[in-house]
């Protein structure tokens, strides 16, 4: 292959193929595509195309380039089948082109040199590292430079393997090397040489660390360069430094912050750099000590930096203020992330305890104006400074607010929208850490802030919202008619707005006020459907989505306050007319589907005349799901797997079903199949098809046992087998449902104890094990000792101090059978609670007001144990008592 020459036709053709492949004719597009694949078969028009790149310098460079590209895609999709000394010839004047004239045709090659290496591994190509490292001493610029860049995309892609034993641990000799470069004249190798070095700094790589010194001083000397790239690769490395050298940059903290200081203010790309900074320091503990004497400082170069620039109200199409009736492009949806149902008990804990949506909240879609400016780039200035001075309003709490209050002053009364805009942003982002101290401003500023939802800059009404419903929980403890009802009113009208940004802005924020104040919107429930109804006729297919939940998020939070016959005839019609539009396939079926499980679950028996048609496509996107799967398994690479998320979102909305229509739902559960899918789907290799199969099973337990109970011996043991924590909501709904069971077959549940009891014991008994899961294990374990105290009750003291999470629950029917259970098992071995005893006396005095039967059944228990110690022991005994505990069982069990 070494003396390969091309031939002057097959040349011109491919020529002509890349001309015309930069076209903008689709029709062009496409028969150069069927064009390229046919001519892959030939072996060497891979040379051809290396040639071009490489050898052909009287072509233009985008055609060029363009033929390494091409070659790069041959090269990762057929690596494996080439033939190899064509490989060789390709990695030869790949080499060799390493210092061609134009920066296009070096970057070309530096990406093909990484793919190959990428693709044999570097292990197969001994002679690239060191041919790469002894260019770089080349006179010629061209030649280093060219080096530098293909270095710089291999440290990038394979950092791990360049510090492994297997290629001798290169790095020993790079670092070193590439640190001689930071002052070389050029400042193009300057950055490359930091960047090469950079992408060692997580990893704390030994070679670095040896020279950390060296490089942090060198970083510092490089701090004032006047090349923006050399100072943005500077940024990153301070930026990664603290997460994994804190130690050496203490002692120049003061200067590394103002130099930072300077930065985040730059006008290109670097600030974005150095505002990661700001984030970084957040997360340290020392960020209070260090960070607290340049807060002056610091505040109003963020804030400054939460500005919209005009490139982001150009991309925003800031200017345009109506743009209802311009549909959505499929594009611009982000994909949606369904989150299986887990059966969780309601605690006290949960009562009041309203948390806003974070600013990185995982939770919500879109809950955040933040977060979300979705058609920007993911990540931009000014979401990294929104999410710095939220973070640093965490670390430093109501002691910000004096440097802040005069600079939202300032930009809140602003006669420019972008800077109005800018601070209202800002009070969203405090509103978590300095909560307190904002509240005596909140009487002044609600007010102010509803006003902003009619601004006429669609921009500074869509930001409104998301700041208003960060202090929602604030709105709902005041008295209504001074805020929440002025604010309702307002955000629903922009729900209704011309803007499709302010319609999305507002329909969250909605959802977040549905949250916190729940059953307090009942009143104004009719004026609500209708709007969220009529907005149905009204959006594009983006906000429909964001829609759907907000209607969701109603019916969870006002539940059977719903069944009412005119709310029904509002809200059912658009939702059943969508769901009669969408098909099978509709990814859009995920988010009606989960409203529908919502809605079905509020409404209770007001579901029934939807409900059939409803359930038979559950069970039709199951048992489809189902048959995908199995061909998929059984003749792997001929089929598709299919997306199993349809499976998923159909369970929850039956358990939504089941848990809504109750005894009801028995006609439709005789009619189908329902029992063999929900055995098939409980075996599926996806923890969230088996977390959501549980749940269903739990609630159709709880609505038609009679129909479940047949196949009680097959489900039992696949229960059984999943308790196991590693998958925390597989494991808590399986437990759940153990429990849900045992509640029905009573006696019956005998010959399955020993399946499920240890493992239980295991969960209970594990320090590790979440709260959640810790309260339903021991709900499941009382309702076992319930049904079968004799075979339980011997296990009593492995768990009975651990059953006192059950005092966090709330007085509901799980509580009561499982306190029953306790008492059961306690009657038949009363030692086995004495060491303990305190624990149960503690879960005895979290009831509010039991039923007067179990009320008996305690109060014997601790006047039995009282009896049985004698007094002197009952006095030293009831002398550990919290005062509040001693005062508690008195009043409540005359002790």
């Known amino acids: 292959m070494t003396h390969w020459e091309p031939q002057a036709e097959g040349l011109n053709q491919i020529i002509t193929l890349l001309k015309q492949s930069q076209s903008t004719d689709n029709q062009i597009q496409r028969n150069v595509q069927l064009k390229l694949e046919e001519l892959n078969h030939y072996p060497d028009f891979n040379n051809y195309l290396i040639y071009v790149l490489t050898k052909l310098t009287t072509q233009d460079e985008p055609t060029r380039s363009l033929s390494g590209l091409i070659l790069k895609n041959n090269i990762r999709i057929h690596a494996s089948t080439l033939q190899p000394e064509i490989v060789e010839y390709i990695k030869r004047e790949c080499l060799m082109a390493l210092g061609d004239p134009s920066p296009l045709i070096r970057a070309t090659v530096g990406i093909l040199i990484t793919t190959i290496a990428n693709k044999g591994g570097i292990l197969n190509w001994p002679e690239l590292l060191p041919t790469l490292c002894e260019m770089l001493d080349s006179q010629e610029y061209s030649i280093c430079e060219g080096a530098f860049g293909a270095l710089q995309k291999i440290c990038e892609d394979s950092a791990e393997l360049l510090d492994s034993n297997e290629l001798h641990r290169p790095l020993n000799i790079m670092i070193p090397k590439f640190l001689q470069f930071f002052r070389h004249t050029s400042p193009k190798i300057r950055s490359h040489a ?132 311009i549909p959505d492009r499929d594009e611009d949806i982000k994909p949606r992330f369904h989150k299986s149902r887990t059966h969780t008990l309601k605690t006290d804990a949960a ?14 879609d879109d809950d955040d104006g933040l977060v979300d400016d979705s058609n920007l780039s993911d990540w931009n200035l000014r979401k990294c400074s929104a999410a710095a001075l939220d973070i640093l309003a965490s670390v430093f709490k109501d002691e910000i607010l004096p440097i802040l209050l005069p600079i939202l002053k300032e930009t809140l009364f602003h006669d420019q929208w972008v800077v109005k805009e800018s601070g209202i942003l800002a009070l969203g982002a405090i509103a978590e850490g300095c909560m307190s101290g904002m509240i005596p401003h909140l009487p002044e500023l609600i007010p102010f802030l509803i006003g902003c939802l009619s601004d006429k800059k669609a921009l500074v009404r869509s930001i409104t919202c998301w700041t208003l419903s960060r202090y929602a929980h604030w709105v709902v403890s005041q008295p209504h008619d001074q805020y929440l009802k002025p604010l309702m009113e307002e955000l629903l009208k922009r729900i209704l707005d011309a803007n499709k940004r302010v319609q999305e802005a507002a329909c969250s924020a909605f959802a977040t006020l549905e949250e916190e104040a729940c059953t307090e919107l009942v009143p104004y429930l009719g004026f609500i459907l209708k ?365």
Not at 265 to 274: F, G, Y
Not at 351 to 364: F, M
Request: with cysteine; glycine share 6%.
């Open 351 to 364: 009562q009041g305890s309203g948390d806003g949506g974070d600013i990185g909240d995982s939770d919500d």
């Open 531 to 895: 709007t969220l109804v009529f907005a149905f006729s009204k959006y594009q297919h983006k906000n429909l989505l964001i829609l759907y939940d907000a209607i969701g998020t109603l019916a969870d939070s006002v539940g059977h306050h719903l069944n009412k016959p005119e709310y029904i005839s509002l809200l059912m019609p658009p939702l059943i007319q969508k769901w009669n539009m969408l098909k099978d396939e509709d990814k859009d079926l995920f988010p009606l589907l989960e409203c529908l499980s919502s809605v079905a679950t509020a409404l209770q028996s007001g579901f029934l005349p939807y409900c059939e048609p409803v359930y038979r496509r559950c069970i039709s996107l199951i048992q489809q799901t189902l048959n995908q799967d199995l061909v998929a398994t059984t003749s792997p690479g001929q089929y598709e797997s299919p997306d199993k998320d349809f499976m998923i979102v159909a369970l929850d909305l039956l358990s939504g079903l089941a848990e809504g229509l109750d005894m009801h739902i028995e006609s439709l559960v005789i009619s189908s199949n329902i029992m063999q899918l929900l055995f098939q789907c409980m075996q599926d290799s996806m923890p969230e098809v088996r977390q959501s199969s549980f749940a269903l099973l739990g609630d159709l337990t709880k609505a038609c046992f009679q129909h479940v109970h047949p196949y009680i011996s097959d489900f039992l043991p696949i229960l059984g087998s999943n308790l196991n924590p590693e998958y925390i909501s597989v494991c808590n709904n399986a437990t759940w449902a153990i429990g849900e069971i045992s509640i029905k077959l009573g006696a019956d549940t005998k010959p399955y104890i020993p399946l499920v009891l240890g493992p239980l014991i295991d969960i209970i008994k594990n320090q590790n094990t979440p709260k959640t899961l810790l309260e339903n294990t021991a709900i499941t374990i009382g309702r076992l000792g319930f049904v079968c105290p004799m075979e339980v009750a011997p296990s009593l003291q492995q768990f009975v101090r651990q059953c006192s999470s059950l005092r966090n629950i709330r007085d509901n029917e799980e509580k009561d059978s499982a306190f029953r259970g306790m008492c059961q098992m306690i009657t038949f071995n009363p030692a086995g609670v004495v060491p303990d005893f305190i624990f149960f006396c503690d879960a005895a005095a979290s009831w509010s007001n039991p039923k007067s039967d179990l009320h008996e059944m305690l109060k014997n228990i601790l006047h039995g144990f009282k009896t049985q110690v004698g007094d002197d022991n009952w006095r030293q005994f009831y002398d550990q008592f919290p005062p509040q505990l001693a005062e508690r069982l008195s009043t409540m069990y005359d002790i």
């Open 194 to 325: 930091i960047a090469c070095i950079n992408q060692f700094i997580i990893h704390r790589t030994q070679a670095l660390m040896v020279h950390i010194d060296t490089f942090i001083e060198n970083l510092f000397h490089l701090s004032s360069d006047e090349d923006h790239e050399v100072r943005k690769n500077v940024c990153r490395g301070l930026v990664m430094l603290l997460d994994v050298r804190m130690d050496r940059l203490m002692p120049h903290m003061n200067s590394i912050i103002e130099y930072m200081l300077v930065r985040t203010q730059d006008s290109d790309d670097t600030a974005l750099e150095a505002c990661e900074f700001w984030l970084s320091l957040a997360e340290h503990p020392v960020c209070k000590e260090v960070l607290g004497p340049h807060l002056h400082k610091l505040a109003p170069v963020l804030i400054k930096g939460m500005k919209y620039s005009e490139i982001d109200i150009i991309i925003l199409k800031g200017d345009v203020e109506e743009d209802e009736f």
